[in-house]
């Protein structure tokens, strides 16, 4: 690490610490989150939670950057192309100097998932098939019971974002949305309106850290 | 009776849930069901009759991500 690198990551350490003080600093700083899909959801969920100061992102997701994404994924012209994993590593590092990414372009399936994220902290759920939402939850809340699951169902089209909200299912157990909102029928996401969403997920895994109850 | 997502549901007192799944027309490929505060694997949903006092929470997802 050269000299003005250092100094960057010192100043930025400086700065996260300034602002969420010592005790969230090094909760979040200590917190490894898994990211399950890198569209709309889950590229606004991890810049959240990087700029928020988590020590460590697991980005899972096969797709790479298209054009038809960039009208509410935070990806740029730049990285059309790319794996999403790789496109939002470059986003993240370009704003967090002290980050740790693993970033996996493969394909989810149940007999695969637990493996990728049994040593994480928190896992949230940003997939777009309700199918595949519903064996993610079925197949991590059997496995790994014990690591806090954020889902998300119901985020579609121009309805008000006063509709998506955050609740506790169960132990260890999450949903944000409207539930109701479904893509096949709303026939397309609007960028703010996944971003409150994705935003009710990171503010729920920073919460579930920071041990704040309603 | 049982709760089911939250209410008091007397009439699915008895029944499967697999019975009550197909009463409310539930698409199981779309749905993760909890019982007691626990994953109810899809094999079960036969075996478990709901009875007093259980919790059972159907969550429903929908596309968009």
């Given at each position: 690490?050269?000299?003005e690198?250092q100094?960057?990551?010192?100043a930025?350490?400086?700065?996260?610490i300034d602002r969420?003080?010592?005790?969230l600093?090094k909760t979040?700083?200590?917190s490894h989150i898994a990211?399950l899909?890198?569209g709309?959801?889950?590229s606004?969920?991890?810049?959240s939670?990087?700029r928020?100061g988590?020590?460590?992102?697991?980005?899972?997701d096969?797709?790479?950057v298209?054009?038809?994404?960039?009208?509410r994924?935070q990806y740029?012209?730049?990285?059309?192309g790319?794996?999403?994993?790789?496109?939002l590593?470059?986003v993240i590092?370009?704003f967090?100097?002290l980050?740790?990414?693993?970033a996996?372009?493969?394909?989810l399936t149940?007999?695969?998932v637990?493996?990728?994220?049994?040593?994480?902290d928190l896992v949230?759920?940003?997939?777009?098939?309700?199918?595949?939402k519903?064996?993610?939850v079925?197949?991590l809340?059997s496995?790994?019971p014990d690591?806090?699951f954020?889902a998300a169902s119901?985020?579609?089209?121009?309805?008000?974002?006063?509709?998506?909200?955050?609740?506790?299912?169960?132990d260890n157990f999450?949903l944000?949305?409207?539930?109701?909102s479904?893509?096949a029928?709303?026939?397309?996401?609007?960028?703010?309106?996944v971003?409150?969403?994705?935003g009710h997920q990171a503010?729920?895994?920073?919460r579930?850290?920071?041990n704040?109850?309603? | 009776?049982?709760?089911i997502n939250?209410k008091?549901e007397?009439?699915?007192?008895g029944?499967s849930?697999?019975?009550?799944?197909a009463v409310?027309q539930?698409?199981?490929r779309?749905?993760?069901?909890?019982?007691?505060?626990k994953?109810?694997?899809?094999?079960?949903y036969?075996?478990v009759?709901?009875?007093d006092?259980d919790?059972?929470e159907?969550v429903?997802?929908?596309?968009?991500?």
């Amino acid at each position: 690490m050269d000299l003005e690198h250092q100094n960057i990551v010192v100043a930025f350490r400086h700065a996260l610490i300034d602002r969420l003080g010592e005790t969230l600093y090094k909760t979040f700083a200590d917190s490894h989150i898994a990211i399950l899909g890198l569209g709309g959801l889950g590229s606004h969920a991890a810049i959240s939670l990087a700029r928020n100061g988590i020590g460590k992102l697991t980005l899972i997701d096969f797709d790479r950057v298209e054009m038809s994404n960039l009208n509410r994924q935070q990806y740029r012209l730049v990285d059309l192309g790319k794996y999403k994993c790789h496109a939002l590593s470059e986003v993240i590092v370009s704003f967090n100097p002290l980050i740790e990414l693993i970033a996996q372009p493969i394909r989810l399936t149940p007999d695969n998932v637990a493996d990728y994220v049994k040593d994480v902290d928190l896992v949230l759920e940003c997939l777009d098939e309700a199918e595949a939402k519903a064996w993610l939850v079925r197949t991590l809340r059997s496995e790994l019971p014990d690591i806090p699951f954020i889902a998300a169902s119901g985020m579609a089209g121009i309805g008000s974002a006063n509709q998506i909200h955050s609740r506790k299912v169960s132990d260890n157990f999450y949903l944000c949305g409207d539930e109701t909102s479904d893509v096949a029928e709303m026939g397309s996401l609007i960028c703010p309106r996944v971003a409150v969403c994705a935003g009710h997920q990171a503010l729920t895994a920073l919460r579930l850290l920071a041990n704040v109850e309603d | 009776m049982p709760f089911i997502n939250g209410k008091k549901e007397s009439k699915y007192s008895g029944v499967s849930v697999h019975e009550y799944l197909a009463v409310q027309q539930f698409d199981e490929r779309r749905i993760a069901v909890e019982y007691n505060g626990k994953i109810l694997p899809e094999k079960d949903y036969d075996k478990v009759i709901l009875k007093d006092g259980d919790q059972l929470e159907v969550v429903t997802f929908v596309g968009g991500g």
